[in-house]
């Protein structure tokens, strides 16, 4: 089983849509989480921390479940420029990456 | 803004010859990873350093890849020989410590012919 597994995508959605990213982790002593985005050919970076109480910056809100071993991204009012890859990253004494879910945003 | 380097930003070789990267990772940073990535897939560790001394090398492939950090600053990945499989995106990041945010420098992207 990997140790981060994320919906596999892609995702198209209109503007102005609220897009849901799911990730599940397989080792229950992660101990911090974040989620990256990476455009086409670039670097990840990231976008967000997340933490227990769940956590929101403008669009984007984070949560973890740790009894669930699970993740989530959620971004609402979608725009053309969210369109990239969005990484879920697990931390165990290292950063350990999903393989990305695409998201496109179309006019 | 503190940046993490990576040199050259593009490689072409021939397979079966020896390849090497660089990587000056952020001032401080304790913690600092290779990784590697193929287009359409998420990055995979190939060696993670904590100071000079490797925390994690379970997936670098030991027959050919090899990794250093002498003086826990920056870094080097060989490569040698080349094979075709090895055309990837070869990203280093830093992090101030284990448990923290990790943050990349712009890549390498290896073709190998």
């Known amino acids: 089983r990997k140790e981060v597994e994320q919906d596999p995508g892609p995702f198209n959605v209109p503007e102005g849509a609220t897009v849901a990213f799911n990730c599940t982790y397989s080792n229950s002593a992660s101990q911090s989480f974040f989620w990256y985005r990476q455009d086409c050919r670039k670097e990840p970076k990231l976008l967000m921390s997340?933490?227990?109480s769940g956590n929101e910056d403008g669009r984007f809100t984070a949560q973890l479940n740790r009894a669930s071993q699970y993740i989530s991204l959620l971004i609402r009012d979608s725009k053309l420029s969210d369109s990239a890859t969005y990484l879920c990253?697990?931390?165990?004494?290292?950063?350990?990456f999903g393989a990305g879910t695409r998201l496109t945003v179309k006019p | 803004e503190a940046e993490v380097a990576q040199s050259p930003r593009y490689k072409i070789t021939e397979k079966s010859q020896a390849v090497a990267f660089w990587c000056d990772p952020i001032s401080g940073h304790a913690t600092l990873y290779w990784y590697r990535q193929i287009l359409g897939q998420g990055p995979e560790l190939l060696v993670q350093f904590q100071d000079e001394s490797v925390v994690d090398d379970s997936q670098l492939p030991k027959d050919r890849f090899s990794a250093e950090r002498l003086k826990g600053v920056d870094s080097t990945l060989k490569i040698q020989p080349a094979e075709l499989g090895d055309s990837a995106m070869y990203l280093c990041?830093?992090?101030?410590?284990?448990?923290?945010?990790?943050?990349f420098g712009q890549g390498t992207r290896l073709t190998v012919v």
């Open positions: 997340v933490y227990s």
């Open positions: 990041a830093s992090s101030l410590e284990r448990r923290t945010e990790a943050f």
């Open positions: 990253v697990v931390n165990i004494d290292g950063m350990r």
